[in-house]
Nanobody, 127 residues
């Protein structure tokens, strides 16, 4: 599977943005999908994940209540809807796919469980 993230851009504080990750390949719907973000000089951090069926989602505490992850398996696309954006949400956002999945949220926080990564898309929140 290959991943391509897109939809990043510049948005003001308090605004909304939806970024997408298109997956290619016949088995794309079998993967759990995650979003990570990274700022210069910092490690990549987990943002959100969704299991293959879309029935379970996981969000890091910093974005709970503001971000929503969803997927459309018919389109092989995963979305990250970001509302009430803050300056600290500014980062390059990466999508990733994990073939092995378990029903434990903490599992998806670890970048090492992901098999495939897309290129990043820049999200910049301005005041």
């Amino acid at each position: 599977v290959q991943l391509q993230a897109f939809g990043g851009g510049l948005v003001q504080t308090g605004g909304s943005l939806r970024i997408s990750c298109a997956a290619s390949g016949p088995t794309a719907s079998r993967y759990a999908m995650g979003w990570f973000r990274q700022t210069p000089g910092k490690e990549r951090e987990f943002v959100a994940a969704i299991r293959p069926s879309g029935g379970r989602t996981y969000l890091t505490n910093a974005v709970k209540g503001r971000f929503t992850i969803s997927r459309d398996n018919a389109k092989n696309t995963v979305y990250l809807q970001m509302n009430s954006l803050k300056l600290e949400d500014t980062a390059v956002y990466y999508c990733a796919a994990a073939l092995n999945t378990i029903d434990y949220g903490g599992y998806y926080y670890d970048s090492k469980v992901y098999d495939v990564w897309g290129q990043g898309t820049q999200v910049t929140v301005s005041s």
